[in-house]
């Protein structure tokens, strides 16, 4: 008798395809919290925090060892990695919360690396510090106050180089760098110089703290990211609001989309009523004339609602408050700031001559534009240089009218000529330069190239030892080649 063995269905052996399905869910929804169980700088928050300072310490050093090797702080988190990795060193770019490191590179010299903490965003002035390092906890953070009781002005580039809340308890300041083409507003507190927070817009180029020290506005054009306009940062909630005016303009950063490009310079705060001044206009590729785009035409009034809202007007019919700054001269001296309690940069640039023997004059501004060729002052010494080399050469054609049969002068007065139009090439495709400094600068050139000097003046500049001045001049060009190198 054969014993027959009884079997089970086969569908008890099966999985079905369902149950395949249910099984990779888990295995995909229970890895990521196996990867954050595991990873290795998981801890309570106090440990966690412990040990994501030496993290960033440990980086910071890495950072630094950078710097001395390659003489300018990484582009990126990628190439500080590689870069540890060719030094066999550790390095991990997350923080103890399993996010990634955030690391800007504001210019050669100078950088952040920041967690954002526990709750992975930017740290306002209403909720506590990030963690980070930086180098900019070695830079100063004394600058100017901005005055709200002066007429309208072209806009002081010394602010670029630090300004300070009207309460003096945060400073802000411009980071440029010429790699990435990048203008970095970067708003910080006084006495911790770690916390700080950083505006989103990337090309930032002109900025005035509003009376109230918890606000910011800043004008900003040439980004491959964000539209151009005139910016409302609040610091509260760290919201950015365009409030340009025109069917170009929305109230938002919008990311991405096309537009037409605004030439955009700060003229002022009023304080009753909130009022930002500035000239504005549509731009396409090409030169703008200077003293056209510092015309009644191009200037607006935006005044800045309670509730958030804005009112913008031409400011034609009010000129008891509006001062034309460019009819025929354009000197320092009608700048509203005075050079004191400033940084040592600021002042210097304050205190560069406007008067005496054009090759004095033109020497002192460009040594200073040698010096200060990576800070965010650099492009407006050459517009200067440009106008003094235009004032230089007016006064020599001026001179050559009496005196038609001298020689030296002419010769003089060509290489003058050709130095003002090698500068304002330079300054027209300078990447770091604002939109309204490379569009006058072309306009400048074609006036070199013309044999014309420029509509206005900035000095009162005189000739002296003319003699001399060519070989002077040809050695100052000789040391710095700005046109060349920037």
Same mark, same amino acid.
């Given at each position: 008798?054969?014993?027959?063995?009884?079997?089970?269905?086969?569908?008890?052996?099966?999985?079905?395809?369902?149950?395949?399905?249910?099984?990779?869910?888990?295995?995909?929804?229970?890895?990521?919290?196996?990867?954050?169980?595991?990873?290795?700088?998981?801890?309570?928050?106090?440990?966690?925090?412990?040990?994501?300072?030496?993290?960033?310490?440990?980086?910071?050093?890495?950072?630094?060892?950078?710097?001395?090797?390659?003489?300018?702080?990484?582009?990126?988190?990628?190439?500080?990695?590689?870069?540890?990795?060719?030094?066999?060193?550790?390095?991990?770019?997350?923080?103890?919360?399993?996010?990634?490191?955030?690391?800007?590179?504001?210019?050669?010299?100078?950088?952040?690396?920041?967690?954002?903490?526990?709750?992975?965003?930017?740290?306002?002035?209403?909720?506590?510090?990030?963690?980070?390092?930086?180098?900019?906890?070695?830079?100063?953070?004394?600058?100017?106050?901005?005055?709200?009781?002066?007429?309208?002005?072209?806009?002081?580039?010394?602010?670029?180089?630090?300004?300070?809340?009207?309460?003096?308890?945060?400073?802000?300041?411009?980071?440029?760098?010429?790699?990435?083409?990048?203008?970095?507003?970067?708003?910080?507190?006084?006495?911790?110089?770690?916390?700080?927070?950083?505006?989103?817009?990337?090309?930032?180029?002109?900025?005035?703290?509003?009376?109230?020290?918890?606000?910011?506005?800043?004008?900003?054009?040439?980004?491959?990211?964000?539209?151009?306009?005139?910016?409302?940062?609040?610091?509260?909630?760290?919201?950015?609001?365009?409030?340009?005016?025109?069917?170009?303009?929305?109230?938002?950063?919008?990311?991405?989309?096309?537009?037409?490009?605004?030439?955009?310079?700060?003229?002022?705060?009023?304080?009753?009523?909130?009022?930002?001044?500035?000239?504005?206009?549509?731009?396409?590729?090409?030169?703008?004339?200077?003293?056209?785009?510092?015309?009644?035409?191009?200037?607006?009034?935006?005044?800045?609602?309670?509730?958030?809202?804005?009112?913008?007007?031409?400011?034609?019919?009010?000129?008891?408050?509006?001062?034309?700054?460019?009819?025929?001269?354009?000197?320092?001296?009608?700048? *509203?700031? !005075?050079?004191? @309690?400033?940084?040592?940069?600021? /002042?210097?640039?304050? +205190?560069?001559? &406007? #008067?005496?023997?054009?090759?004095?004059?033109?020497?002192?501004?460009?040594?200073?534009?040698?010096?200060?060729?990576?800070?965010?002052?650099?492009?407006?010494?050459?517009?200067?240089?440009?106008?003094?080399?235009?004032?230089?050469?007016?006064?020599?054609?001026?001179?050559?009218?009496?005196?038609?049969?001298?020689?030296?002068?002419?010769?003089?007065?060509?290489?003058?000529?050709?130095?003002?139009?090698?500068?304002?090439?330079?300054?027209?495709?300078?990447?770091?330069?604002?939109?309204?400094?490379?569009?006058?600068?072309?306009?400048?050139?074609?006036?070199?190239?013309?044999?014309?000097?420029?509509?206005?003046?900035?000095?009162?500049? *005189?000739? !002296?030892?003319? @003699?001399?001045?060519?070989?002077? /001049?040809?050695?100052? +060009?000789?040391? &710095? #080649?700005?046109?060349?190198?920037?």
């Amino acid at each position: 008798m054969t014993k027959q063995i009884s079997k089970k269905p086969q569908e008890n052996y099966n999985i079905s395809k369902n149950n395949w399905e249910l099984i990779l869910l888990l295995i995909c929804w229970a890895l990521p919290l196996a990867w954050v169980a595991s990873y290795p700088y998981k801890g309570n928050n106090e440990d966690q925090n412990v040990k994501l300072k030496t993290h960033l310490n440990t980086s910071k050093t890495l950072i630094k060892n950078f710097y001395n090797e390659y003489e300018a702080v990484p582009q990126n988190l990628n190439e500080l990695r590689a870069y540890a990795r060719a030094k066999k060193e550790d390095f991990v770019p997350w923080d103890t919360y399993g996010q990634r490191l955030n690391y800007l590179r504001l210019s050669p010299d100078s950088w952040y690396l920041k967690s954002f903490g526990s709750d992975g965003q930017q740290n306002t002035l209403m909720t506590d510090e990030d963690f980070v390092v930086s180098s900019i906890d070695e830079e100063s953070s004394q600058g100017i106050v901005h005055d709200y009781n002066q007429n309208a002005i072209l806009y002081n580039p010394v602010i670029l180089l630090g300004s300070n809340s009207p309460q003096g308890n945060w400073f802000a300041k411009l980071y440029l760098d010429k790699t990435s083409s990048t203008r970095r507003l970067l708003v910080r507190h006084r006495a911790k110089n770690n916390y700080f927070m950083i505006a989103e817009h990337d090309t930032v180029e002109e900025f005035y703290w509003l009376p109230d020290g918890y606000r910011i506005i800043f004008s900003a054009t040439g980004s491959s990211l964000y539209r151009d306009g005139i910016y409302l940062w609040n610091l509260i909630n760290n919201k950015l609001t365009n409030i340009y005016p025109g069917k170009y303009a929305i109230d938002s950063m919008n990311r991405g989309i096309r537009q037409k490009q605004i030439a955009i310079s700060l003229a002022g705060i009023m304080k009753k009523p909130l009022t930002v001044f500035a000239f504005s206009t549509e731009k396409n590729a090409g030169p703008i004339k200077t003293t056209e785009f510092f015309s009644e035409h191009n200037f607006i009034a935006i005044s800045l609602k309670e509730d958030g809202k804005t009112i913008v007007n031409k400011f034609e019919n009010s000129k008891s408050w509006y001062k034309m700054p460019l009819v025929n001269s354009w000197t320092p001296t009608s700048d *509203i700031l !005075q050079c004191t @309690s400033m940084h040592l940069h600021q /002042v210097s640039w304050c +205190q560069l001559p &406007t #008067e005496g023997a054009f090759q004095d004059v033109i020497e002192a501004w460009q040594n200073y534009a040698v010096e200060q060729s990576s800070n965010p002052i650099f492009p407006y010494t050459l517009m200067r240089l440009v106008i003094l080399y235009s004032d230089s050469y007016d006064l020599l054609s001026h001179k050559l009218k009496s005196n038609p049969n001298n020689l030296e002068l002419k010769r003089n007065k060509e290489i003058l000529r050709s130095y003002g139009a090698e500068i304002a090439a330079a300054l027209k495709d300078l990447p770091t330069a604002a939109s309204w400094l490379k569009a006058t600068a072309w306009y400048s050139l074609e006036q070199f190239y013309a044999k014309k000097s420029l509509p206005f003046k900035a000095s009162k500049v *005189i000739i !002296q030892e003319a @003699s001399s001045a060519v070989k002077r /001049v040809k050695k100052m +060009q000789d040391n &710095t #080649e700005i046109g060349e190198n920037q």
